[in-house]
């Protein structure tokens, strides 16, 4: 298995960069755990290349 | 992935999520792309777990170690992919004994079951969260700065011991001078642990004055030694894994990417 690339991997969309950084919003956490679970599940559909970024950020660096 | 979790029922599987789902559920993330799963590591439940696997067709994913109880007890992770229908697959990240945690029956007491469109699902406590939370990625420590305020609004009286559970797990100087804003007469001197930069500005919050910057300055860099340090431990915990993985690899020994699930089974 050949060494990852790391500068090949697409970065995180700016718009899931930002959530994952920007403070948790009050109507965040009126909504109930399963309301968070399927809305954050479904931001998915915004990644270009979900196996990178699982990749780059789950694997350990050989 | 409500199919994943029916199966893991079927199979009464053992299971805490942690990880970012277990950090959406509490309210403290708003994105994660995989599911990260701690699995019991005895013999029964790792079998079962892959066989709840099988039944929802996943395949192993990449640096995958041997899916064998010696792998799972020295703390490898296990890489999965689900593929649901007409949507993207899920990866799925497993472990039998993630970092900086006890014995999974304990953190098993502790943690809580949450109801959602996916079943109800058993998460790691808050307390459990934070300590798993505690990697080499600073993105985390932000992710427990969140968790650290949601626990404390859940407690109506935080004591004196989860005062300084809290200010133990925070780590930047904005976030320790809110919190000894609202809760400073409730934070005994013991949460600096020693720390004379961090016990002055706490002591400046018991008397009910604003510290200055001189004091602040200190407290600031105390608190970023502190993550450091963390962040450092999380780098190394990874060192003898990967040590393992790049022995597995050049021996053939990793499972093969793609490989369904369902045949480890026959092995």
């Known amino acids: 298995m050949a060494a990852r690339d790391r500068s090949r991997r697409p970065p995180l969309p700016r718009i899931l960069e930002e959530l994952e950084t920007e403070p948790v919003r009050q109507d965040w956490l009126l909504l109930t755990p399963g309301q968070r679970l399927v809305r954050a599940w479904r931001m998915r559909r915004l990644l270009k290349d979900p196996e990178a970024l699982h990749d780059e950020r789950s694997l350990p660096r050989l | ?267």
Not at chain 2, 98 to 120: H, K, L, N, Q, V
Not at chain 2, 148 to 167: D, K, N
């Open chain 2, 1 to 267: 992935m409500k199919g994943l979790f029916r199966a893991f029922e079927r199979e009464r599987v053992e299971y805490l999520l942690i990880g970012g789902q277990a950090a959406i559920l509490y309210g403290a993330a708003h994105f994660t792309q995989d599911l990260d799963l701690w699995i019991r590591p005895t013999s029964r439940n790792w079998r079962a777990f892959l066989s709840a696997l099988g039944r929802v067709r996943a395949r192993v994913h990449k640096l995958t170690p041997p899916a064998s109880l010696r792998w799972v007890r020295r703390g490898h992770g296990f890489h999965f992919l689900i593929p649901q229908k007409g949507r993207l697959p899920a990866y799925l990240d497993a472990m039998g004994r993630p970092p900086r945690t006890g014995p999974f029956g304990e953190a098993a007491r502790r943690s809580r079951r949450i109801d959602t469109p996916w079943g109800t699902l058993r998460v790691v406590s808050i307390e459990d969260l934070v300590r798993l939370k505690q990697t080499n990625r600073p993105g985390d420590y932000e992710v427990i700065s969140r968790l650290v305020r949601i626990r404390l609004g859940e407690l109506r009286s935080p004591s004196s011991g989860q005062m300084a559970w809290a200010v133990r797990n925070t780590f930047r100087i904005e976030d320790l001078t809110a919190l000894l804003s609202e809760y400073g007469e409730r934070v005994r001197m013991a949460a600096a642990d020693g720390n004379k930069a961090l016990a002055r500005v706490i002591r400046a919050y018991q008397a009910g004055e604003i510290p200055s910057e001189a004091a602040l300055g200190p407290a600031a860099r105390a608190l970023d030694l502190r993550m450091a340090d963390l962040l450092e431990k999380g780098r190394r915990h990874w060192l003898p894994k990967i040590a393992d993985l790049r022995a597995l690899r050049a021996k053939g020994r990793l499972l093969p990417a793609g490989l369904p699930v369902a045949r480890l089974l026959d092995e």
